[in-house]
């Protein structure tokens, strides 16, 4: 059973930017899949970024494209989301999960941390 923890959210002004870590333990490889969620009050949870198992593949939701950038530190069993450029819109607490199947990840089945909040000041 993988576990996840996140950490790195706060307050920030538009324009700046922060970066989560999202720590995976209870695996023996890195052959995970991972991704970045997020939920604003009164609104569904969003997928923000994916990363393949393999880390050969990334996918962004179009919010995000060109701001955020996932990357992984296999020899920490962390996963990071630098995050650019935010905006008021992107205020949220930020989701990490992780499964080992994609199918499950996508469909919010996989681990997921506790969340960190991230505030984004206009």
């Known amino acids: 059973q993988l576990q996840v923890v996140e950490s790195g959210g706060g307050l920030v002004q538009a324009g700046g930017s922060l970066r989560l870590s999202c720590v995976v333990s209870?695996?023996?490889?890195?052959?995970?899949?991972v991704g970045w969620f997020r939920q604003a009050p009164g609104k569904e949870r969003e997928t923000v970024a994916l990363?393949?198992?393999?880390?050969?593949?990334?996918n962004y939701a179009d919010f995000v494209k060109g701001r955020f950038t996932m990357s992984r530190d296999s020899a920490k069993n962390t996963v990071y989301l630098q995050m650019n450029s935010l905006k008021p819109e992107d205020t949220a607490v930020y989701y990490c999960?992780?499964?080992?199947?994609?199918?499950?990840?996508?469909?919010?089945?996989?681990?997921w941390g506790q969340g960190t909040q991230v505030t984004v000041s206009s």
């Open positions: 999960s992780a499964a080992r199947q994609t199918s499950a990840l996508i469909t919010g089945r996989g681990s």
């Open positions: 990363l393949s198992a393999s880390g050969g593949i990334t």
């Open positions: 209870g695996s023996t490889t890195d052959y995970y899949n």
